[in-house]
């Protein structure tokens, strides 16, 4: 009996598949974050392989202003501007990457929402290409107090699983994230970049400068964030 011949369909469907659940899924879900509270896919590997997670969901009206606004102005001061991405600086790393220069991020917040609801940690330009329109679409279905309500509770904040600001700011101070001071908001905020190596209950004096900084900058131009605070406005 003569082999059928394999067509183009035949080699393509796996990965179309694939590429049909990535789109999929965050259009199902995306919605449902309005009201669910959902797991990152950190949280959700660190559960399958038996490892310890940490995280209690606060509401965002029941976390400090002075964190809201330390994150925004150190992970993506134009976050209340945008449509979800920097194209400004996404054009620049573009550049960068073209240009083959060292990779400097570029995230929005809502970018790595998207990236730690629906895609995979590590630098990688096909994640990144996936980002931008995930981020897009997050911003498109949820509010800007909801991302920022997501992001604060799936955040990483400890080297032991500890996601969300609860979580971090108990292993760090010993404090809910509502009773947080500029001190305290500021260093919590800086420790995000890399909270397996960062900790803000012994911080570095690089980690103290760094905090300063970024505190100076969220008490001069905290109204950046008013976005994410209630009825417009946080109470800094």
Not at 128 to 156: G, S, T
Not at 178 to 200: G, K
Not at 205 to 211: N, Q, S
């Amino acid at each position: 009996m003569p082999r059928r011949k394999k067509t183009l369909w035949h080699y393509l469907r796996i990965p179309l598949g694939i590429l049909a659940m990535l789109v999929a899924v965050p259009l199902v879900l995306t919605p449902l974050y309005l009201v669910v509270q959902p797991v990152s896919v950190p949280m959700l590997t660190r559960m399958l392989t038996g490892q310890s997670v940490t995280r209690e969901w606060r509401d965002i009206d029941d976390i400090s202003d002075r964190l809201k606004a330390s994150v925004i102005l150190s992970e993506d001061g134009q976050f209340c501007r945008h449509w979800g991405i920097d194209v400004a600086a996404l054009r620049a790393e573009v550049e960068n990457y073209l240009a083959g220069e060292e990779a400097r991020g570029a995230s929005t917040l809502t970018m790595q929402v998207a990236r730690n609801l629906f895609l995979w940690n590590g630098q990688s330009v096909i994640r990144k290409a996936l980002e931008v329109p995930l981020a897009a679409y997050v911003d498109l279905v949820l509010p800007k107090r909801r991302i920022m309500e997501i992001y604060l509770n799936i955040a990483e904040w400890g080297p032991e699983g500890e996601f969300g600001v609860a979580a971090g700011a108990q292993r760090a101070f010993g404090r809910e994230p509502q009773n947080l001071d500029w001190r305290t908001a500021s260093l919590l905020a800086v420790t995000l970049p890399n909270p397996i190596v960062r900790n803000p209950a012994r911080p570095s004096a690089g980690l103290v400068r760094v905090a300063g900084i970024v505190e100076n900058r969220a008490r001069q131009y905290g109204e950046r964030a008013a976005c994410v605070g209630q009825n417009g406005r946080l109470a800094l």
